[in-house]
């Protein structure tokens, strides 16, 4: 059975940085892809960024480019979502998930652990 826990949610401003992780129990290691998703209130989940299970390559929602980056550590079963330039619609509860296979998939449903998510609040 596998269990993933994110950590490192909050409130924060306009333009700020937060770093979300989320910790594994159980098989992840280097067999299986980590991805972010989130959850704006009222709205569909939405895929954020996730990582391939040797952890080479990355994938990112066109709102992610260029401000967030995955990581993972497969030593710690660990997977983090570095958020910079932070925006109000960035507010929504984010989860992390573990991926059914190897590679990447933006389909929530390529997923079948997730977390139990963690809220982000953007303030202006």
């Known amino acids: 059975q596998v269990q993933l826990a994110e950590f490192g949610g909050g409130l924060v401003q306009v333009g700020d940085s937060l770093r979300l992780s989320c910790t594994a129990s159980g098989p992840t290691g280097t067999l299986y892809a980590l991805g972010w998703f989130r959850q704006p209130s009222g709205k569909a989940r939405e895929f954020v960024a996730g990582?391939?299970?040797?952890?080479?390559?990355?994938y990112y929602g066109d709102f992610a480019k260029g401000r967030f980056t995955i990581s993972r550590d497969s030593a710690k079963n660990t997977v983090y979502l570095h958020m910079n330039s932070l925006r109000p619609e960035d507010t929504a509860v984010y989860y992390c998930?573990?991926?059914?296979?190897?590679?990447?998939?933006?389909?929530?449903?390529?997923?079948?652990?997730w977390g139990q998510g963690t809220q982000v609040t953007v303030s202006s």
């Open positions: 990582i391939s299970a040797s952890g080479d390559n990355t």
């Open positions: 998930a573990r991926g059914s296979f190897i590679g990447i998939s933006c389909n929530y449903e390529s997923y079948d652990y």
